[in-house]
């Protein structure tokens, strides 16, 4: 069935004979409601649409598995094979529906054709991606996207078929009744012997990864199977060697389950005991088994730069097994896809477009989700995006063309939200991405940082602690909950490199293909490197599942999006698999999950409905009686005013051009009521023919009671008379008579003058036909002049069209010829654009190669770092051996012994974390140099410190308070805000209130005025009927008075006359009276109208002065709101200066920190004083050799403390983290706030960014005294490394000088690779002011085509008015020719009432014949009945004349409109024609137009995406490029760091060396100054424990402020987050001086201790002076030769460095400038591209409906051709029934005539009768003759012979006179 867009589609569990090739035929070319649903229909839609629109079109199959995917795809692949085969239908093998549903078949007739190969790629597809599942016996376990191309007469020419999600976990294990892929059991079942031995197969029992053995499935046979897909593989093109290779790779796969190993009892090392299935496995991969086996146990992992062998577990190897198994065979199924698609594109035909078919697994709501399931899910919410988007859009464009008042509505936009949580930054995919970087990241990690970052999300819910799901998302289909178990393994998919390695190298060469671009996610995870320039992704690194997925779908979705698509949805009707059975809640589920409930949902948001005019009013006027007057009446204002009797509401309806929509619901209701009034109609209709039945029985029953009364009397008198002996003498008498002579006379006369008459009838009929061919060749003659005059303007309109369209055909030529002019310049331009292209493409391979060298420049760069490292190891190495030679101080060598094994530790756990600590590593190298000299000075400057402290604390004193100031400030502020905001929202409601009512009030005014418009439109019908009313009255008054006058001329005649006249004025008066009474209604109808149009008048005046009022009102609210404004405006401005205040205090702040930090200058000027003297004093002491090693043990007690203070340091930086995240989530919340608001934060914001400053100051000033503390450290290790240092330092310049070779060599490189970017940079601008002018160009073209567009519109209009005219001008005729039928039968009821009388007439007129023989009865009677006849004449001639005059009155009408119809038959034929010719031309004329633009617009099209593809390409070089110079830049600057360190470890050294050089001469004469020294040092020591014990009085007044601090924090804990915000900082600050206090105290010591290493040092520098002294003399030497070499390679780099700098910056100054102006100038064209494909696509839409209201008209055209020939066949019916008539009353005047005639010879013979009788009577007075004979005469006389109906008469006459 059909829902919508949606085919809905329902497994039957059966098989069905509707996929025949008999159906196909049925389908083939049908529109989709001329036949049952089918998917056959749909397919036939989207071919169809495809050939006629040149539009890509796909079908979208999904559903649930085991409702029919697969298989209508099948069906719809075997239809598109039928109807666009190549070749004929016979060659190609359909498979009926007793075929097999995989559409194998024994027999090829054509091997290899394309359409086969089609056919047989499902086969293959269904043998390696589908298995047996509990729903499904044959359960596709991928997705697919068939691509089936068509060249352009709609042949195909080549297909292509994309893969997603195959299940490969069902290799290895399958749940109870089930089983894996089918080609398992078929290579295992079908194979042969050789094949077994071969391929090393084995019984499916004993394969471990078949858990449920050899399971079969009903109905199927795997060994014919398997000889099935081994002809559709070589049907495929596959040869022998590539089908042994393939089940070599499947057996391979299957034996690798079979490998046992087991685990030493003593370490954790797994052993394989058997290695056979080891050998069977390399055997069939090519491979070596000790090197599969080592792989697997013992494989070589990367660490750092070295490799390891690792110990691997039981579960490890069987885990890495399981995915070695998985890989291979997703790689052989690849594979196949591939050779699949290679043979089905290796066609010549080329393709102009596709069909793309999609079989994806539907919506999936499981008890236990996983990430297979999130993939799914997140396809079917993008598919149904798409569907909703173009299903609404096709509704609204169906709306806006039909001119209904419809805000558009995106339904798209309902399913981003969880799409966007699914796919964008920090979405669902990209964290699991995030989580696969690090090493030490689990499932619970990632859940927990999605559920931190998404728990705000609408469409992301928490689960509760009981289910196992971890979260739940909300889908358009339901609640998902979801678990995350296993997610990151599955996402990275984890392979052994090592045997990767080892198939990638292995002898097989199909193994080698399948492996060679493996993408591994190695056992370590070295997937990413971290370097000191930040995290840069390795060439060849691995992707992701889920971001290969995101790619493949992405790139499906572009593709759909390009298509129009069709909706298969596939519905399981139960789980038992059974015929005939249908589960409700199961369809109702997957019609939720398939989209077809929210489909539904949309379409009842809008009007699923919609009836045309002509048919509403057709099949529902039944239920509006009377409201539609007779006449011709529009369509759309008939149903307007159905619907204004229907008194439906206004919102459940709207009226379009041609339909009315209707909500949901509301014509069921209709229906009903409609059925309700048939069903009254028939009941009343039944009735009423069952009553005419029963008079018509009851009639004849009566007629036939008379009859038979009539017979009875008329037999009874003849069996009286029969034997009487005068009637018989009377029968015998009678012929002798002579009166019969006078009989035969008579009739002889009779029939003369029947000649006679007939004669004359002849005559008269001639010439009525000689005048009727008169007057029919008179309008002849006038309808020739009329046409040939319609023909001089016709051809006066044609030769102007000629002339139009020759001026036409001009200017298209001429745009031809530039087109073709154009095109050859763009085609030019191509084979310079494909020129260009290759070029860049050697580019590109040049600086590949300059990558790769860099690459091998910065790993050496890496190798020299780590042997640096290593020198450093032996430099701490040698220092513990120097601890280790002094006996006297053995307990503080074993602290040192465990410190350094604790260091080492360390150090080792700080390698792991290398990628972390590069860049504190490189800040702490740079700074060692400066805070070398900084340590010396750190006695002096501690007391002006603790000075600077405290003021600084009575600084953050005032600060704080000013913070709480500020704070309530800010908390009164925003109270203002809310009041404000409260009262603005009011004032909003008032306006939109008093809008609503402004807009009610307007919907009213307009009502009004329609209802206005419709009682004026009333008022002048009523005018109208009251004018024919009045004319009806003069024509009634005036045959009133023709009456009158017939009337006065008739009063001479008899009584009956006098009666009928009577008779007359009493209808005369009725009618009067009936005049009358309409004449007063009409008057009352006008008076109540004009009272209801008084009535609404004033009701309007009244709304208009309610409007007024309420304008007034609004307009009072309006001042009010302003007044409001600008006291906001004031209180904005006070807050502006309090914030001018607030900056003011800002920079006396900011003056405050510039003196305490020219305060801390001094002090470190004199620090630096200071720490001079005391390293000369440190020179002098000889005999401080105890202190120095005191001071030694203290350093490395210093070392620790550093080390803890990184580890605060990395809390301190995990906290500003976290404090960064929460003040994002704040701002995310304060985004909502209004504008105030936001300037209030800001200033907020900034005053903490001033405190964060001052923090930032002091932990600069603490990290300051770490960094001085370790180089008081590196001091005593630097007199140890000088003899080192100077020996290397020869070796260390050659490397350095070797390096700037090699770096000026790269920049030369550099130099040549800048130049060449700025070529092609330049070629690229040259291309893009090409494409600058094609597209000024396109554009030029696209104004034009609009230009043609409007005139094709306007005509389009103009021919729109006239069909309106011809339609309007048709129906007023149609109206006319009924208005003349039903005069036509008032004409038709007269005749026959006519007819009637004149029946009647003929009987009284028998009745006198009959009479006649009773003439001498009564004399007085026969006059009296001469007289009555006599009136009867009278009145039949005057309604005859009457008659005679309405029968010509009706003729020239009929002729009137005889004339006019053929002449409005004619016009309007050749109007049609005319209009028929033109848009005929028209069309042909859009139709090339359209076709020209469309290939120009392909051309463009094709031009555009070369463009794009160019300026991406070139996007990429550049951004490689630049990647490539920030490198080099950076190697150089690393290179520059470490020539300038080495240049001030020189310096350094020949300070040291020109020290020891004084100090040697100095030593002797200071010996003695030393002790007055010591004595003092001695002194400043107890000067410095004061200062400690102050410092630790200050720490207690700290801790009892952050006491108190913290009491305030808790309670203004419920002032916001901003409070918590500052309650953080302010415990972050109080740590800090707790730290510093605590480093103030280690301090101390260290000094303490420093002062006795001293001692020991100088004890040691006495006795190393005299080698010294030697070695001085070799490093003055060394000096001067390695000063001449810095000066000079100073010279060289400097001049380098700024050659290459102004090169640099200018080169990438201009190359930023041209590619910012290039990407502006690509986006606004882009845009205006993007603009114009619009306006094109919505051209051609317009001009498809165009070309369908064309359609429409001729339709409409034939109609009206129909309507014309049904209406000339009536005119000739209705001409037939007037000559009818016509002879008819021909006919009845004859018989008038000889009615007459017979009469008067009546009247005669009665005159003679009567003298007879007188004569009688005369003669019996006298007594003259006999009585017998003269009454024998007489009844001789009277008797007719024949005339038996007057016997009974004569014979009672004969008897009473006898009597007498």
């Avoid at 298969?568 to 369809?587: F, M, Q, S, W, Y």
């Avoid at 029953?701 to 017979?711: D, P, S, T």
Wanted: net charge negative.
């Amino acid at each position: 069935t059909y829902s919508g867009l949606f085919c809905v589609v329902v497994n039957p569990y059966k098989r069905l004979p509707i996929y025949t090739e008999k159906i196909i035929e049925i389908y083939k070319g049908k529109k989709r409601h001329e036949v049952p649903p089918h998917v056959f229909a749909i397919t036939d839609i989207a071919y169809r649409s495809m050939l006629q629109d040149r539009e890509d079109q796909s079908i979208l199959c999904t559903g649930e598995s085991g409702a029919g995917k697969t298989e209508n795809t099948k069906k719809v692949i075997q239809y598109l094979a039928y109807v666009a085969a190549s070749k004929p239908k016979s060659s190609s093998v359909i498979p009926s529906s007793n075929q097999d549903l995989s559409f194998r078949e024994t027999e090829l007739q054509i091997a290899g054709e394309l359409e086969q190969q089609l056919l047989k790629a499902n086969p293959i597809l269904e043998a390696f991606g589908n298995a047996k599942t509990v729903k499904n016996d044959n359960s596709s376990r991928f997705g697919k996207f068939i691509r089936i191309n068509f060249d352009a007469s709609g042949y195909i020419a080549g297909a292509n078929i994309e893969t997603y999600l195959l299940e490969k976990a069902r290799i290895i294990r399958q749940q109870p009744d089930e089983r894996t892929f089918h080609i398992f059991y078929q290579l295992l079942m079908g194979a042969s012997k050789e094949y077994k031995s071969e391929f090393i197969l084995e019984d499916p029992k004993n394969y471990t990864f078949m858990t449920a053995g050899g399971v079969k499935v009903p109905g199927i046979d795997d060994p014919e199977e398997f000889q099935a897909t081994l002809a559709a593989m070589k049907v495929m093109g596959m040869s022998d060697e590539d089908l042994h290779s393939v089940f070599r790779v499947i057996s391979a796969s299957l034996l690798f389950g079979n490998m046992e190993f087991k685990q030493e009892r003593n370490s954790d090392q797994a052993t394989l005991p058997d290695n056979t299935v080891a050998q069977k496995v390399a055997h069939l991969l090519g491979i070596q088994v000790t090197d599969l086996t080592k792989a697997f146990l013992k494989p070589r992992i990367k660490v750092g730069r070295d490799y390891v062998t690792k110990a691997q577990t039981k579960e490890q190897v069987e885990f890495a097994i399981e995915a070695i198994a998985k890989a291979t065979y997703e790689r052989l199924f690849k594979w196949i896809v591939t050779r699949i698609n290679r043979s089905l594109d290796r066609t010549k035909r080329q393709g102009a477009s596709f069909i793309g078919i999609l079989d994806i697994a539907g919506f999936e709501i499981f008890e236990v989700n996983s990430f297979e399931q999130l993939c799914i899910n997140y396809t079917n919410e993008k598919l149904q995006q798409l569907f909703n988007h173009t299903m609404f859009i096709l509704e609204q464009e169906e709306y806006q063309r039909e001119g209904i008042e419809w805000k558009f509505i995106d339904f798209g936009l309902d399913l981003q939200p969880t799409i966007d949580l699914i796919e964008k930054p920090m979405g669902i995919m990209a964290l699991v991405d995030e989580e696969c970087w690090f090493p030490k990241a689990t499932d619970k990690s990632f859940v927990e940082k999605l559920v931190t970052s998404h728990s705000a999300h609408p469409k992301f819910n928490k689960t509760d602690f009981k289910s196992n799901a971890d979260f739940c998302i909300v889908h358009y289909a339901g609640n998902v909950n979801y678990s995350a178990a296993k997610w990151l393994m599955k996402n990275m998919d984890p392979l052994n490199e090592n045997i990767v390695q080892y198939l990638q190298a292995s002898q097989d060469p199909f193994v080698c293909h399948i492996w060679k671009d493996a993408e591994i996610v190695g056992m370590a995870q070295q997937a990413m490197t971290d370097t000191q320039f930040g995290r840069v992704n390795r060439k060849g690194m691995f992707r992701t599942v889920s971001q290969l997925y995101k790619e493949q779908l992405a790139k499906l979705m572009v593709t759909l999006r390009n298509t129009n698509p069709n909706f298969v949805r596939c519905i399981i009707p139960n789980h038992e698999k059974k015929a005939g059975k249908i589960n409700a809640t199961l369809v109702l589920d997957q019609l939720k999950c398939n989209g077809v409930l929210e489909g539904i949902r949309i379409c009842r948001q809008g009007f699923p409905n919609r009836v045309p005019f002509q048919e509403f009013r057709q099949r529902y006027e039944l239920l509006t009686p009377n409201v539609i007057p007779k006449g011709f009446m529009d369509g759309k204002k008939a149903c307007e005013k159905m619907l204004d009797y229907l008194e439906l509401e206004p919102g459940l309806y709207r009226i379009g051009q041609s339909k009315i929509f209707f909500r949901a619901g509301v014509l069921a209701q209709l229906e009903e009521e409609r059925d309700v009034r048939i069903t009254d109609l028939v009941v009343k209709f039944q009735a009423y023919c069952r009553g005419l039945l029963a008079r018509r029985n009851y009639q004849k029953k009566v007629q036939q009671l008379n009859a038979i009364r009539i017979l009875q009397r008329n037999c009874a008198a003849y069996l009286k008379l029969r034997n009487w002996q005068w009637w018989r003498l009377y029968t015998k008498v009678k012929p002798l008579l002579q009166v019969t002579k006078n009989d035969e006379k008579v009739i002889q006369k009779e029939l003369e003058l029947k000649e006679i008459t007939e004669k004359l009838a002849n005559h008269e009929k001639v010439a009525m036909e000689l005048d009727h061919k008169y007057q029919q060749a008179l309008e002849e003659k006038n309808l020739l002049a009329e046409q040939l005059q319609a023909e001089i303007e016709l051809c006066g309109e044609a030769e102007e069209m000629r002339q139009r369209l020759a001026a036409r055909k001009q200017e298209m030529e001429e745009i031809i010829h530039d087109m073709e002019a154009r095109i050859e310049e763009e085609e030019e331009k191509v084979g310079k654009m494909g020129d260009e292209k290759k070029k860049l493409q050697q580019h590109i391979q040049d600086l590949e190669e300059q990558l790769e060298e860099e690459e091998a420049a910065r790993q050496k760069l890496q190798i020299e770092k780590v042997q640096a490292e290593a020198k450093i190891k032996q430099f701490e190495e040698q220092l513990v051996a120097s601890d280790d030679s002094k006996e006297k101080f053995s307990k503080e060598k074993k602290v040192l012994d465990e410190k350094l094994s604790d260091v080492l530790a360390t150090l080792a756990e700080e390698e792991e974390k290398a990628k972390h600590l590069v860049k504190l590593k490189a800040k702490h190298e740079s700074t060692i140099g400066e805070l070398e000299d900084k340590l010396r000075k750190d006695n002096q400057q501690k007391q002006e410190v603790e000075r600077s402290k405290r003021k600084i604390e009575t600084e953050l004193n005032d600060v704080r308070e000013q913070l709480g100031e500020r704070k309530q400030q800010v908390e009164e502020m925003q109270l203002l805000l809310g009041k404000r905001e409260e009262e603005v929202a009011n004032a909003l409601m008032k306006v939109d209130e008093e809008a609503a009512v402004k807009a009610q009030a307007q919907k009213s005014l307009r009502e009004i005025e329609s209802q206005l418009g419709e009682v004026s439109e009333d008022l002048e019908a009523e005018k109208e009927a009251r004018n024919k009313a009045e004319k009806q009255k003069r024509d009634l008054n005036e045959e009133l008075e023709a009456l009158k006058n017939e009337l006065l001329d008739s009063l001479d005649t008899t009584a009956a006359q006098q009666e009928l006249r009577t008779a007359r004025e009493k209808e005369l008066a009725n009618i009067k009276k009936a005049l009358e009474d309409e004449t007063s209604s009409h008057e009352q109808t006008i008076t109540e109208m004009r009272h209801k149009h008084s009535h609404e008048l004033t009701s309007l005046n009244n709304n208009i002065d309610q409007l007024k009022k309420s304008k007034s009102s609004a307009e009072k609210a309006k001042g009010q709101l302003e007044a409001e404004l600008a006291d906001m405006a004031n209180e904005l401005k006070t807050i502006t200066g309090n914030k001018q205040e607030a900056e003011r205090r800002r920079k006396q702040l900011e003056n405050q920190v510039g003196e305490l930090n020219a305060k801390l200058a001094d002090s470190e000027t004199r620090y630096t004083d200071s720490s001079e003297r005391l390293s000369k004093l440190a020179n002098e002491m000889d005999n401080m050799a105890a202190a120095l090693q005191e001071a030694e043990y203290k350093a490395s007690h210093a070392s620790k403390s550093t080390e803890g203070l990184e580890s605060q340091l990395a809390e301190v930086n995990s906290n500003l983290e976290e404090e960064t995240r929460q003040k994002l989530a704040i701002n995310s919340k304060l985004r909502a706030l209004e504008s105030e608001k936001e300037h209030m934060l800001e200033q907020l914001e900034e005053e903490e960014a001033r405190v964060k400053t001052l923090e930032k100051n002091l932990s600069t000033s603490s990290q300051q005294l770490q960094e001085a503390r370790r180089k008081a450290e590196e001091e005593s290790e630097a007199v140890a490394r000088l003899e080192e240092l100077r020996k290397r330092t020869n070796k260390e310049l050659e490397e350095v000088t070797h390096k700037m070779e090699e770096l000026q060599a790269l920049n030369d490189k550099l130099d040549k690779s800048k130049k060449k970017m700025s070529q092609e940079l330049d070629d690229a601008n040259i291309e893009l002011d090409s494409h600058r002018n094609k597209v000024l160009e396109l554009e030029k073209k696209q104004r034009n085509f609009d230009k043609i567009l409007t005139e094709e519109k306007l005509n389009g209009e103009r021919i729109s008015g006239e069909r309106d005219n011809a339609e309007r001008d048709a129906r007023e005729k149609e109206t006319k020719l009924l208005n003349l039928n039903r005069e036509l039968e008032d004409l038709q009821s007269q005749l026959d009432e006519s007819e009637r009388s004149r029946r009647q007439l003929q009987v009284e007129l028998d009745d006198l014949v009959n009479t006649q023989g009773t003439a001498d009865k009564n004399v007085h009677e026969l006059e009296k009945a001469k007289r009555q006849m006599e009136q009867e004449m009278n009145e039949q001639k005057t309604q005859l004349e009457e008659l005679e005059d309405e029968l010509q009155q009706t003729e020239d009408q009929k002729m009137r409109l005889e004339v006019n119809m053929q002449a409005m038959k004619t016009q309007f034929e050749r109007d049609l024609a005319a209009k028929e010719e033109a848009g005929e031309e028209k069309r042909r004329a859009m139709a090339k137009q359209i076709r020209d633009l469309e290939a120009e617009l392909d051309e463009e099209r094709k031009q555009r995406q070369t463009a794009v593809n160019a300026k991406k390409k070139l996007e990429t070089d550049y951004k490689d490029l630049e990647s490539t110079m920030d490198m080099n830049n950076k190697l150089k600057e690393d290179a520059m760091k470490q020539l300038k360190k080495l240049q001030q470890a020189m310096k350094e050294i020949q300070r040291d060396a020109e020290e020891a050089h004084s100090s040697k001469n100095d030593v002797l004469q200071q010996s003695k100054e030393l002790e007055k020294k010591i004595k003092s040092l001695e002194a400043e020591l107890v000067q410095i424990q004061e200062d400690l014990s102050a410092a630790e009085r200050s720490r207690r007044t700290a801790e009892t402020e952050r006491d108190e601090l913290a009491e305030e924090l808790s309670s203004s804990g419920s002032k916001g987050a901003l409070a918590m915000d500052e309650k953080r900082r302010l415990d972050a600050r109080i740590s800090a001086l707790e730290a510093e206090l605590e480093e103030e105290q280690t301090q101390s010591e260290m000094l303490m201790e420093r002062a006795r290493k001293s001692q020991i040092s100088i004890e040691q520098l006495t006795t190393e002076l005299a080698s010294e002294r030697g070695n001085a003399q070799k490093m003055e030497n060394s000096k001067m030769m390695l000063e001449r070499q810095n000066k000079e390679l100073k010279a060289k780099l400097e001049e380098i460095e700024n050659s290459n700098r102004a090169k640099a910056k200018a080169a990438i100054a201009a190359l930023e400038s041209k590619v910012n102006n290039l990407e502006e100038q690509l986006g606004a064209e882009t845009q205006e591209r993007m603009i114009a494909a619009k306006n094109n696509r919505k051209l051609e839409k317009k001009i498809k409906e165009l070309l369908m209201q064309l359609e429409d008209e001729r339709r409409h055209a034939d109609q009206y051709k129909e309507q014309n020939e049904k209406t000339t066949g009536r005119m000739k019916a209705m001409r037939r029934q007037l000559d009818e008539a016509e002879e008819e009353i021909s006919r009845e005047k004859a018989h008038r005539r000889k009615a007459q005639r017979e009469l008067d010879d009546y009247v005669e013979s009665n005159e003679s009768m009567n003298r007879e009788i007188n004569n009688l009577k005369n003669k019996l007075r006298r007594g003259v003759g006999g009585l017998p004979s003269s009454r024998l005469m007489k009844a001789r006389g009277s008797v007719v012979p024949g005339d038996e109906s007057s016997l009974p008469d004569d014979t009672v006459d004969a008897t009473d006179e006898s009597e007498k």
